[in-house]
């Protein structure tokens, strides 16, 4: 595993308030260190918001990026069911 993901931080885009443990955050840019240009990373982030929203899981949406804010993913945090 790329050792720089245990340095994420992420900045909150909506109210996260009703989404609370456990929760999974989850992204569809640049899977398994593959890096994707902008457009494709749009396109597949646009492809895991719908299928976020027609499931019944509660969810909103987040940035990771890195300690610097150099590097920034769009992201999902998801209320997990156990």
Do not use: W
């Not at 989404?19 to 593959?34: E, G, K, L, S, Y």
């Not at 597949?44 to 509660?58: F, T, V």
């Not at 590097?71 to 998801?78: D, G, I, R």
């Amino acid at each position: 595993m790329n050792q720089n993901y245990f340095g994420v931080v992420f900045k909150r885009v909506e109210n996260i308030s009703n989404v609370i443990m456990p929760f999974a955050i989850v992204t569809a840019h640049n899977p398994m260190d593959i890096c994707f240009d902008e457009l494709a990373n749009k396109e597949r982030n646009e492809i895991l918001r719908k299928d976020l929203h027609q499931s019944d899981l509660i969810h909103r949406e987040i940035i990771g990026c890195s300690e610097d804010h150099t590097h920034q993913e769009l992201s999902f945090v998801v209320k997990c069911k156990l």
